[in-house]
């Protein structure tokens, strides 16, 4: 190979390594895959010794057979359901939120979640076919890796708040870009930062007082988040993102992943207490 030859080709290869890290930067940050995997995390460091061993039972054979394996696994649902059940996500679709905001953040099930299609009720079912040792290990694995998505799910305010879709229509420019305030919370607020050093800085945050307290409680989950988007200046007043509203928001949002990795370990360690203990 001549040397102009090899100068172009690792000229190109800087390139497409360039954009694929680029791509893998912008993925890494949405709610809806390191978030999700993040909140995982905390959850498996939190387990106890049953509850670990009962999630590495049931998730054998998964292709990564962790909690943080398989945290994206509901939401991949929509481009790869299994054979056995290609409606399932359909089906499922309404169970990764709940809209309370037209009700100052309160739960009434009739109206927020009938036929129990919201993410509340979804824990809640999920939770106890978990817990059911009557049940199969499939149905037993796939409540599992609905839990453990749905729990950082509900954490997300966004997904608390039907106004304007979740902030899916609220349109907004961010460093001369366009995008919506969904997309902000999902991954602008992180943009930058690794995703070690990211969940070294959660684990580090205390838990609030009240964590332990609503620890087993889809609802009270569900109603603090919405409490959230409530906040003054939560919505932009304009279309250009103020300047400070990422340094504002940004500790709002890491205190979210650790409360919610803590709820989903406070659930599982429940769920999959020894029989004899529960």
Known sequence: MSDTLLRMTRFYCLILCGALAALASADAWAWGSAGHRMVAALAASELTPAARAEVARLL?????????????????LRDHPPADDPDIAKRTS?????NLDEDDCGYAPPKHCPDGDCVIEA????????????????????ALKFLVH???????????????KGGNTFQLQVDGRGTNLHALWDSGLFAGLGERPLLETVQ????PTDAA????DPQAWAEASCRIV????FYPRGAKLPAGYVTQWRPVAEQQLRVAGHHLAALLNEALAAPTAR
Do not use: K, M
């Open 60 to 76: 054998r054979g998964e292709a990564d057979p962790t909690l943080a394996g398989v945290a994206n696994w509901a939401d991949g």
């Open 94 to 98: 309404r169970w990764h939120y709940v």
């Open 123 to 142: 824990i809640r079912r999920q939770r106890d076919l978990l817990a059911d040792r009557g049940q199969s290990d499939a149905v037993r694995a796939q």
């Open 150 to 164: 749905f729990v950082g799910d509900v954490h997300q305010p966004l997904h608390t708040f039907g106004r304007d």
């Open 204 to 207: 580090r945050l205390p838990l």
């Open 213 to 216: 307290a609503v620890a087993g």
């Open 230 to 233: 409530l906040r003054d200046g």
